[in-house]
């Protein structure tokens, strides 16, 4: 597996990236585990420091992080998946329609590149701390 985004929440660690082109998790590793496999560039944040109610109500109100989705581009989940919509005016994937939408309108099993999901992390999560892998180390931002 690829790792993409790494992260720490309530419960500890967990990982999301791609395998063999489709998209794929992991959870229970220790973070040494998870940046031993990491490669440079991989995003990481940790929520050690983020009030536990405002971190539950990111979860269960906030957008689904795919790793394999274009930057700027959010699936909106239950909706038809040929109309996706798009952020900060950049034209969507081939055959989808383009629409603006505001931050504030992602909800629950809409379904966000990494990009979009790092935005709303750091919009959302007060305290939260941001990094990238760089040589097998965190480098927090």
């Known amino acids: ?18 395998s063999e082109g489709n998209q794929c998790s992991s959870s229970g590793a ?24 405002v971190f539950t109500e990111f ?20 909706i038809d998946k040929s109309e996706y919509k798009t952020l900060f005016g950049i034209i969507p994937p081939k055959g989808c ?7 504030d309108e992602i909800k629950a099993f809409d379904f966000v590149g990494l990009d979009v999901y790092v935005y709303l992390l750091k919009e959302k999560l007060p305290g939260i ?9 965190i480098v927090w931002e």
């Not at 906030?62 to 700027?72: I, T, W």
């Not at 329609?97 to 931050?103: D, F, Q, R, V």
């Open 1 to 18: 597996m690829k790792h993409i985004l790494i992260g720490r929440g309530k419960a500890g660690w967990h990982s999301s990236g791609i």
């Open 59 to 78: 979860v269960y109100k906030g957008p689904v992080f795919n790793p394999l989705l274009e930057k700027y581009v959010i699936d909106c989940g239950f």
């Open 129 to 137: 701390k941001i990094g990238v892998v760089t040589n097998h180390q």
């Open 97 to 103: 329609k383009l629409s603006s939408m505001k931050m």
């Open 30 to 53: 220790t973070l040494e585990k998870y940046l031993e496999e990491a490669t440079d560039g991989t995003v990481i944040y940790d929520v050690k420091e983020v009030d536990i109610s």
